[in-house]
């Protein structure tokens, strides 16, 4: 056979191998799209579900409640369950003790220790730096329920017990996790950056604060959300350390409604009232992270990228 014969097969040969991948490609693209968003439907409609059911119930009355089969639209609409429950117990003081006595404080002291932690870890060299790193990571793999009989004790006799000082005093000294993801960030760094501030008469905590902090806002604004919804949705560290009503955080609000409308016979709206101040409770998450979505998204994808 000729060679220029021979160069035409291959060269249809190659052009039929280019044409016949390519549809295939584009078949499986869309194919692979088509099936994320149908599995990204079906777990949307997994945390919808119950968040819409939660809405529901807090509209309905006493009979549409336990109806069977259940009524997804409350007819009528019943308004008063919000206005009732929240005026059953004193939610203004719940509300009070969670932001200004137990989350914005925690959420400041962890933000302030995480970071000089985090920033003496990943910035500054010294002898032993990564021991004293892997036995602050091992911390994590003991569970509260570990600590908790000792801490008690220890705050018993520092005389804590039914204030705040137990839930916010140890946020001050630092949360494994947060140091972890702060250090990772600040690793993500250029170096040189702080190597100019320093040749211009920086000290560390200049270089901290003039240099560091300003680019690590998407992290910091993850670890302080997250530290707010951890302390607004915490139940059993209030549970163990507070006593008095006067004291309770939403959380423990949340259990004496439920005690307290259960033991009293001419209260019948249980789960209309739970639902309506579950909701109430929920809300404030909801808008935090409504605004801060797109600052906090980008601070988990970009935390954690170098070791």
């Given at each position: 056979?000729?060679?220029?014969?021979?160069e035409?097969?291959?060269?249809?040969?190659?052009v039929r191998?280019?044409a016949?991948?390519?549809?295939?490609?584009?078949?499986?693209?869309w194919l692979?799209?088509a099936?994320?968003y149908?599995?990204?439907?079906?777990?949307?409609?997994?945390?919808?579900?119950?968040?819409?059911?939660?809405i529901?119930?807090?509209?309905?009355?006493?009979?549409q409640?336990?109806?069977?089969?259940?009524?997804?639209?409350?007819?009528?609409?019943?308004?008063e369950?919000?206005v009732?429950?929240?005026t059953y117990l004193?939610?203004h003081?719940f509300f009070?003790?969670?932001?200004?006595?137990?989350s914005?404080?925690?959420t400041?002291?962890?933000?302030?220790?995480s970071i000089?932690?985090?920033y003496?870890f990943?910035?500054?060299?010294?002898r032993?730096?990564?021991?004293?790193f892997?036995?602050?990571i091992?911390?994590?793999?003991?569970?509260?329920?570990?600590?908790?009989?000792?801490?008690f004790?220890?705050?018993?006799k520092?005389?804590w017990?039914?204030?705040?000082?137990?839930?916010?005093?140890?946020?001050?000294?630092?949360?494994p996790?947060?140091?972890?993801l702060?250090?990772?960030?600040?690793?993500?760094i250029?170096?040189?950056l702080?190597?100019?501030?320093r040749i211009?008469?920086?000290?560390?905590?200049?270089?901290?604060?003039?240099?560091?902090?300003?680019?690590?806002?998407?992290a910091l604004?993850?670890?302080?959300?997250?530290?707010?919804?951890?302390?607004w949705?915490d139940y059993?560290?209030?549970?163990?350390?507070?006593?008095?009503?006067?004291?309770?955080p939403i959380?423990?609000g949340l259990?004496?409604?439920?005690?307290?409308?259960t033991?009293?016979s001419?209260?019948?709206?249980i789960?209309?009232?739970?639902?309506?101040?579950?909701t109430?409770v929920?809300?404030?998450?909801?808008?935090?992270?409504?605004?801060?979505?797109?600052t906090f998204?980008?601070g988990?994808?970009?935390?954690?990228?170098?070791?």
């Amino acid at each position: 056979m000729p060679q220029s014969t021979v160069e035409q097969q291959l060269a249809q040969e190659r052009v039929r191998g280019i044409a016949v991948p390519g549809w295939q490609k584009k078949l499986a693209y869309w194919l692979g799209r088509a099936g994320l968003y149908t599995l990204l439907l079906f777990l949307s409609l997994t945390f919808f579900i119950p968040f819409f059911w939660m809405i529901s119930s807090s509209l309905k009355n006493d009979v549409q409640t336990y109806k069977i089969p259940p009524i997804l639209i409350p007819n009528p609409v019943r308004w008063e369950n919000y206005v009732e429950a929240l005026t059953y117990l004193p939610w203004h003081i719940f509300f009070w003790n969670s932001i200004v006595k137990y989350s914005v404080p925690s959420t400041i002291g962890v933000l302030i220790s995480s970071i000089l932690s985090a920033y003496g870890f990943s910035r500054i060299r010294w002898r032993g730096r990564d021991m004293f790193f892997f036995i602050c990571i091992a911390t994590m793999m003991i569970p509260f329920q570990v600590t908790m009989v000792p801490l008690f004790i220890t705050f018993r006799k520092l005389h804590w017990i039914n204030t705040y000082l137990p839930l916010v005093v140890p946020s001050f000294f630092g949360s494994p996790y947060f140091i972890f993801l702060l250090r990772q960030f600040f690793l993500t760094i250029p170096q040189e950056l702080s190597d100019a501030a320093r040749i211009d008469g920086c000290s560390e905590l200049g270089v901290l604060f003039r240099i560091i902090l300003p680019l690590s806002k998407p992290a910091l604004a993850v670890v302080g959300l997250f530290q707010f919804m951890w302390c607004w949705n915490d139940y059993l560290g209030p549970l163990i350390y507070l006593n008095e009503q006067s004291q309770f955080p939403i959380a423990l609000g949340l259990a004496a409604l439920r005690a307290s409308i259960t033991s009293v016979s001419r209260m019948p709206l249980i789960w209309p009232y739970l639902m309506a101040a579950s909701t109430t409770v929920l809300s404030p998450i909801l808008i935090v992270f409504f605004f801060t979505q797109r600052t906090f998204i980008e601070g988990i994808t970009v935390t954690g990228m170098k070791g």
